[in-house]
């Protein structure tokens, strides 16, 4: 197995240093990168706190090691399309879908896959897409709303 040292975050290539290897994607992000939107909220892919787009799927960065996304695109809430950030935050704050903030950069990435077409089926609700982003301050139903109001 050829192991790439490279990875590409928002658009840029990072190299990643072997002793980054072996450990979790959150902390590269967080530490090394300065990607701090990406939160850790419960470090056991429960939460959706870290959810980043790993060539185009969202997945828990906290359940991921840097090694293993070697040669693979990842974006997170800062590399996201400033336009859809707009749409989102307008969107969140004409229904009140944000509270103390923790949770938005997971629901971000996780409401543009949903928006750009990611679906498990296709006819899921934004709700079901949703489940594995856990809003704290009881939210939910406002970050669903919101979410399904951006077109």
């Known amino acids: 197995m050829t192991v790439v040292n490279t990875i590409r975050v928002n658009g840029v290539d990072h190299e990643i240093p072997a002793n980054w290897q072996a450990k979790r994607l959150l902390d590269y992000l967080r530490t090394e990168l300065k990607l701090v939107g990406v939160k850790e909220g419960c470090g056991e892919g429960d939460c959706g706190a870290c959810t980043v787009l790993v060539d185009g799927e969202p ?8 090694g293993v996304v070697g040669g693979r695109e ?54 079901k897409l949703l489940e594995g982003n856990i809003c704290r301050c009881g939210g939910y139903q406002q970050l669903t709303n919101a979410i399904a109001d951006i077109n």
């Open 59 to 66: 997945m828990c960065s906290c359940l991921l090691l840097s």
């Open 74 to 127: 990842v974006t997170t809430i800062e590399g996201l399309p400033r336009e859809y950030l707009d749409k989102f935050s307008s969107a969140c704050e004409t229904h009140g879908g944000v509270q103390c903030g923790f949770c938005t950069g997971g629901v971000a990435v996780m409401s543009s896959w949903m928006k750009n077409g990611g679906t498990e089926t296709g006819v899921e609700p934004v709700s």
